[in-house]
């Protein structure tokens, strides 16, 4: 029971994560219908900037812990953000028109440049989050012992899912994003300005893709410049395990494809733990191709 | 074809069927691989770019066909060579397989499910599955190819069976291009509704595809098992998928000379700059992403194909 457990909270921390990017995946399909290949490329910019400016500014030195997290999570999510906007109009604004083929092959080219510029600036070999900065206490819940990490990635996560959920559904500006996701001629002719929605998702997508990254390098003391497509796969799997394009959906498929992969590595073999999350995309795709809760994609895929 | 294009083909196979006497070791190699890479493209060409299905997991029918060919030949002692039809075979009839229940999904959705593939396949090898993949060191120990009595050892050797294959592969698939099933895997991939109007089963055809490009990947395993003499999982990691996806983009998806063109480029360039290896990838991903707002089509376009009215009426009259 207390491996059992430990292993659910391990899974909702990484599903947390997988969810955190999967929104990045699911908003971007839902308004422009296109796989962001290179998505899983700027949570690992997340991860990389988050090292860098936890080394260097050395905040939680000054500000002690809580405040000096929090600053560098702003930090990198504003960073990463503006990354995506680039990526947008450099990568996929020139495309808007094009084939799919084309956007679909540009995304890849940028996912392959960004994991590149990576290498290049950080050299290839794994680099690691300082010791003794992250508070390595754990918490007693009744017994059962939970690293602080943990606990707080799961909370960040969630926090950070709810505030986008609030964002979409109760302001004028999610409305317009939704607004576009339907249909985007119709959007249009209502006033919507759907560039500008376009570059709105770009910017949130990052910024939570990139304060995911930053978790994982918190969580498990280490990066490397690929684990963006392990994790980028994942992600996606996630969104489509939900049904792709649907908010809710992305967050529901992250925490369970967490949570099936942390019990089937601990349970089946852990060898195989990165065939589970294939084989969960196959299979959902053969079985009910438009997710959990994806009723609301009519396309037919 | 007419008499130019002959002409300009005929003056390249004269070119290399003389080069390897006027190159260097390292420099027949190169070619070599090119070779490899070459066979490879043109084989996933096949699907991605006749029938225009995204598979992006080449790389696994690549390793079915180079892992039954390595476990056939170390385990059996069957020669290499007597090998290709059966890893032709088993690769294909994993690709039919596997791309029965996703064949129907639409473009990038396929292209998710052929990574997952892949990845399957490579998780598979190195978990050493049966017991019968060596794991992560992979296999060695695999025995030279002998043709007619002839032990194939140097890399100028290897040249020629290459380059031998990759001619015959070639005329074949120029030959499929013409024929009506070529023309069918064009339909489907340029309009898929109109061409289920037209009668074209477009179940059947697609799967074909997979299976035939899957078949000569798998053969194409064979011959770089042979070549190697070790193989192990890295050699069909995700990337390798990446790059043969690229020449197909690259050279211009269902022409074969661009598939060409490109396997020469993407493989042979990194040769000739090899103080930039590390920066390689990044050219690529910056070449694929400036080539699809500039030259979408590829470098050497597939032209659509030209009938002379007279044989046209001549193929009706009968």
């Known amino acids: 029971m207390e491996e059992f457990l430990q292993q659910l909270t391990n899974g909702l921390a990484v599903g947390g994560i997988y969810a955190l990017i999967a929104l990045g995946y699911t908003m971007v399909y839902g308004v422009l219908k296109l796989i962001n290949f290179a998505h899983g490329d700027l949570f690992t910019y997340g ?12 905040l939680t030195d000054r500000v002690g812990f809580a405040v000096g997290v929090l600053v560098l999570v702003l930090m990198v999510m504003g960073l990463v953000a503006v990354l995506g906007a680039i990526l947008e109009r450099a990568a996929y604004r020139p495309l808007r028109e094009s084939p799919r083929l084309s956007a679909v092959v540009s995304a890849l080219g940028a996912s392959i440049f960004l994991q590149n510029t990576l290498m290049l600036v950080y050299g290839a070999q794994i680099q690691v989050y300082p010791d003794g900065i992250l508070p390595t206490a754990t918490l007693d819940f009744f017994g059962l012992y939970l690293p602080l990490m943990r606990v707080l990635i799961v909370l960040a996560s969630v926090a950070m899912m709810v505030a986008l959920y609030l964002f979409i559904q109760k302001t004028r500006i999610g409305t317009a994003i939704r607004a576009a996701a339907i249909d985007q001629g119709a959007a249009r002719l209502m006033g919507i300005d759907v560039n500008r929605v376009i570059l709105l998702v770009f910017l949130l997508g990052p910024a939570l893709g990139g304060a995911a990254g930053l978790m994982v390098g918190l969580y498990y003391g280490q990066v490397n410049f690929t684990m963006g497509w ?22 529901v498929g992250g925490l369970l494809l967490g949570v099936i992969e942390a019990l089937g590595a601990a349970y089946i073999s852990i060898a195989w733990k990165d065939a589970i999350a294939f084989c ?16 609301r994609v009519a396309e037919k895929i | 074809m007419n008499r130019a294009t002959w002409l300009v083909s005929g003056l390249f196979v004269a070119l290399l069927a003389v080069a390897p006497l006027f190159l260097n070791t390292y420099q027949v190699d190169v070619l070599n691989s090119i070779g490899l890479y070459a066979l490879l493209a043109l084989s996933l060409n096949l699907i991605l770019g006749e029938a225009g299905l995204f598979n992006m997991g080449h790389a696994a029918f690549y390793a079915m066909g180079a892992y039954t060919a390595a476990i056939l030949n170390t385990r059996y002692q069957i020669p290499i060579l007597w090998t290709l ?14 791309a029965r229940p996703v064949v129907h999904l639409r473009g990038d959705y396929l292209l998710i499910v052929t990574i997952g593939v892949g990845e399957i ?19 060695f120990g695999i025995s030279r190819p002998k043709l007619f009595g002839f032990v194939i050892r140097r890399p100028e ?17 120029l030959r499929l291009k013409q024929s009506r099933f070529g023309r069918a895997l064009n339909y489907l991939r340029e309009d898929e509704v109109a061409a289920e109007g037209s009668g074209i089963n477009t179940d059947y055809y697609k799967l074909a595809a997979f299976g035939l490009g899957a078949a000569w990947a798998g053969m194409a395993g064979t011959l770089f098992a042979a070549k190697m003499t070790i193989i192990s999982p890295e050699s069909f990691s995700f990337w390798e998928s990446v790059v043969l996806f690229m020449i197909v983009i690259l050279g211009g998806a269902g022409s074969i000379p661009g598939v060409l063109l490109a396997a020469v480029l993407v493989v042979g360039l990194p040769e000739l700059f090899r103080e930039f290896a590390s920066a390689r990838m ?21 032209r659509g194909q030209r009938f002379s009215l007279a044989t046209l009426m001549r193929e009706t009259v009968r």
């Open chain 2, 157 to 173: 050797e290897f040249f020629y069976l290459i380059w031998g294959f990759v001619a015959l592969t070639i005329f074949l698939f």
């Open chain 2, 85 to 98: 039809p059966l890893s032709g075979l088993v690769a294909g009839l994993f690709a039919l397989a596997v």
């Open chain 2, 282 to 302: 990044l050219v690529f991903g910056l070449v694929m992403m400036v080539m699809m707002v500039v030259r979408p089509q590829g470098l050497l376009p597939a």
């Open chain 1, 47 to 58: 991860a990389y900037l988050g090292l860098t400016l936890l080394t260097s500014l050395a």
């Open chain 1, 230 to 251: 392990v994790y980028g796969m994942k992600a996606f799997t996630a969104a489509i395990l939900g049904g792709i394009g649907n908010i809710p959906g992305a967050m």
């Open chain 1, 280 to 295: 969960v995309l196959i299979l959902i795709l053969i079985v009910r191709p438009t997710g959990l809760l994806g009723e």
């Open chain 2, 121 to 139: 396949v490579r998780i598979a090898l190195v978990n050493d599955v049966f017991g019968i993949t060596g794991g992560a060191n992979g296999i």
